[in-house]
């Protein structure tokens, strides 16, 4: 193969910013070269890639093989792909990234980055901070949809999937700097709220009611919709009361909110324990501005008569999109599009995610063809602003049936994390860890590896497959879980205090070098954690973190038991290298919602 050293370029370094992923910092470089080597077709993106084989180089360019066939027998003096590759490469200007190039096949141009570039970007993010690696998105604002529980209804584990799911997402958006609407769409409107009032004035007739007087609110609605169902009379009355209630009434109205309010508790209780932040905008809260809404889909020509309801045809669906029910009533369509309609509008938002269960995907695709036949949204889909369905599978139980207690009532939330915890706590006992820790040290690092391990086992998969829940699997501490992931940083944190170095004074004094082939690639691998970050956000798969994650600690492995740390010639420059790794380790902790340990 052919091969460059950048010293022999003449070209000046037009190359000097440094920030964006590596990936984008390579292709900054790449595209001066395609400036000159193609200059009669100046839209060319770099097209940069990891390379394939690990032996031909750390990354490759791909673009001589499309670029020749978009220019041959256009009057080029190229001959084909390969010297078309090969003048990419002697026109890449000098760049310190890049210690030397090679072409393989029909023109791709592998890149042997330098090492002593790969060290110096690391001690520059130690020093700067890891804030300085935030992938940048061309989003300014985002709305996150997710969690979205039913009132009076128990959060099930699909709830738990989509809450854990969308806070990462919306975490990993706030890191790359997004503002980041985190929104509780909660189901707090519809008919059955009339089921429920009435049921709640049998019991209560006058009006007051304590939290506890309800109990459990899932066992007040099935109460109520007994009644409701075997009760003509009282069918008639819950009717009545869903008027008065959408009519404003008042006593309605505070047995309403009432109602939500003990709801809204129960909610709260899974988020403080998740470490999870939203901000309640229910279905009710968009409800005043449905009329609206639907006014101007109905100026655009959208909607129409059909069987005494009005409906939206979407080309290819067998079934339109009801906005008004025969009766009159809204549903979660027209909520669904009011609440798009302002957040485009009212909040400027330009991307916005929702998170459900992969079962409502058609609900969605037919709200948003609506909303882009409107001209709400570009039709084209890497336009902003833009929507997302981020549509999740199922949780399973050991028999491959969908999660259930023994009950065969819905899991609840709460007993699930309770159960996580008590089981890490056994662990940690059985460790021995009751005599060396305080209490309140067994209590918190038993949490945040019990619940910990409950979130990473469902990011861990793509999150359209269905995954089996299994505390076994999950609180294991060897393979890929929170636990395995969770001690391997409180390792690394141990070495650095065993050490008895102030790491402060390292970072600045010290120097990072990485000269056995375990310590480039540990680095090597660090310096990808941006980009991984952001392929991560842009396809809102938040398992690519977890398997970047898993295998840097896999890398960070290889190191340590090839290189001693403590005591060695090369001490300072390891410990840095340790450093860096807990760094990364703890911003992707950070991304996950998991937080992490520091002694095990
Ligand atoms: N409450 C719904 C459910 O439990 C989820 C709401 C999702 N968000 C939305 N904007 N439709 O299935």
Known sequence: PVKWAHSTSTMADTTKDDTGSLKEQLAKVFEVSLKVTVPDEPEVLPLIAPCSRKEAGDYQCNNAMSLWSKIKGKGTDYKGPQPVGQAIMRNLPASDMIESCSIAGPGFINVKLSTQWIAKSIQKMLIDGIDTWAPKLPVKTAVVDFSSPNIAKEMHVGHLRSTIIGDTLARMLEYSKVDVLRRNHVGDWGTQFGMLIEFLFEKFPDGKVNDQDIGELEVFYKASKQRFDGDAAFKERAQQAVV????????????????????????????????????????????????????????????????????????????????VKRDGGFNYASTDLAALWYRLNEEKAEWIIYVTDVGQREHFEMFFTAAKRAGWLPTDENKHPKTSHVGFGLVLGDDGKRFRTR??????????????????????????????????????????????????????????????????????????????????????????????????????????????????????????????????????????????????????????????????????????????????????????????????
């Open 244 to 323: 008065s209630l959408q009519g404003g009434e008042e006593k309605y109205r505070k047995a309403w909110a009432q109602i939500c309010e003990i709801s809204r508790k129960g909610f709260e209780k899974v988020y403080q324990r998740l470490g999870v932040h939203l901000e309640e905008k229910g279905e009710s809260f968009y409800n005043p501005f449905i009329p609206g809404t639907l006014d101007l889909l109905r100026q655009k020509g959208l909607i129409e008569e059909s069987e005494g309801a009005q409906v939206i045809f979407i080309e290819g669906k067998k079934i339109p999109l009801i906005v």
């Open 407 to 600: 009950s065969t009532e819905v899991v609840k939330l709460v007993d699930l994390l309770d159960e996580a915890k008590t089981r890490c706590k056994a662990a940690l006992v059985e460790r021995g860890k009751a005599a060396e820790w305080t209490p309140e040290e067994l209590e918190q690092t038993a949490e945040a590896v019990g619940y910990g391990a409950v979130k990473y086992a469902d990011l861990k998969n793509n999150r359209l497959t269905n995954y089996t829940f299994n505390f076994d699997q999950m609180l294991n501490d060897k393979g890929n879980t929170a636990v395995y992931l969770l001690y391997a940083h409180a390792r690394i944190c141990s070495i650095i205090r065993k050490s008895g170095k102030d790491i402060e004074e390292l970072k600045r004094e010290g120097q990072i070098k990485l000269e056995k082939d375990e310590e480039r690639k540990l680095g090597l691998h660090l310096l990808q954690f941006p980009e991984v970050v952001e392929e991560a956000c842009t396809n809102l798969l938040p398992n690519v973190l977890c398997e970047y994650l898993y295998d840097l600690s896999e890398k960070f492995t290889s190191f340590y038991s090839e290189c001693q740390v403590v005591g060695s010639a090369e001490e300072t420059s390891r410990l840095l290298l340790c450093e860096a790794t807990a760094v990364v380790m703890r911003k992707c902790f950070h991304l996950l919602g998991i937080t992490p340990v520091y002694k095990i």
